[in-house]
């Protein structure tokens, strides 16, 4: 393990019925290093994620945060800081902004500091405004602010996003990215992003790998950069 490594996963697996999406997949994220995993439909991004975080049945030879293997459960994988943001977002669109928002650290047993809450509002000045509004009156771009605003205060080392783009117009994806450049840069936080649109993606990620036949293989960031949304990318290396 590199010094700087706090995400390894070594093996990966997960299978549904016969069906093998995930086989041997290997990943590391490091202190403050954005990750791009990316691919077309069905190549199993989403599923490796679940797995990740404990969600969806999976065998692995490790998935350990900072050289300690992780727990296999949903909310001890989160408590010991691998925060996920799924598809969809996972708002209560009932509850208000702040308690979305609150939720992040009450799902595991803790408060929400002032501090924290500060810390968020800065990273999403654009929520501010709107803490007190039921999050499902919000636009699609406030709202993904709100999801990673929730997985970043529960105090997250490494923090997953999937499709965070997804139906959002281009500048709010832009202010997003930067965000989240500037919480990896700022903060040591490591990010691992799945994304259609890989071109945005290139634009703020460290490496970048996709999974062809189950398996993990690295991709040439510039070569994204080229891609259209959907390319599966050209291995750096066969
Ligand atoms: N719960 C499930 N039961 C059975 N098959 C599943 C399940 N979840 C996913 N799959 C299948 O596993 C494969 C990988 O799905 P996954 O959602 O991980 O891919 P993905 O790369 O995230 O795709 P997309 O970009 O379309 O979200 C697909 O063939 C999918 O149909």
Redesign the pocket.
């Known amino acids: 393990m590199s010094r700087d490594n706090l995400l390894t996963v070594r093996g990966l697996a997960v299978a ?1 019925g016969a ?1 093998r ?1 995930v086989d041997h997949l290997d990943l590391t994220v490091s202190v403050g290093e954005i990750v791009a995993l990316v ?1 077309p ?7 490796t994620l679940r797995a990740l975080s404990a969600m969806t049945p999976h065998r692995a030879e490790e998935i350990s945060l900072a050289g300690t293997p992780l727990p296999r459960r949903p909310d001890a994988t989160a408590a010991r800081g691998l925060s996920h943001v799924p ?1 969809g977002r996972g708002l209560i669109s009932t509850l208000t902004v702040r308690q979305n928002i609150e939720l992040g650290a009450a799902a595991l047993g803790r408060r929400l500091s002032r501090k924290s809450l500060g810390e968020m509002l800065t990273l999403f000045p654009a929520i501010e405004p709107h803490l007190d509004r039921k999050a499902g009156d919000l636009s699609g771009g406030q709202q993904q602010m709100i999801a990673v605003a929730r997985g970043l205060a529960a105090d997250a080392r490494v923090l997953m996003v999937d499709e965070l783009s997804l139906g959002l117009a281009p500048a709010v994806v832009s202010d997003l990215l930067i965000a989240l450049r500037g919480v990896a840069d700022d903060r040591g936080v490591g990010l691992l992003l799945v994304d ?1 649109n890989v071109r945005a993606l290139a634009q703020i990620s460290d490496t970048a790998l996709t999974i062809r036949d189950g398996r993990g293989v690295a991709v040439d960031l510039t070569q994204l950069d080229v891609m259209h949304s959907d390319y599966l990318g050209r291995p750096t290396s066969t």
Request: aromatic share 8%; hydrophobic share 25%.
């Open positions: 549904y069906a999406v691919g439909n069905g190549a199993g991004k989403t599923s598809e259609q």
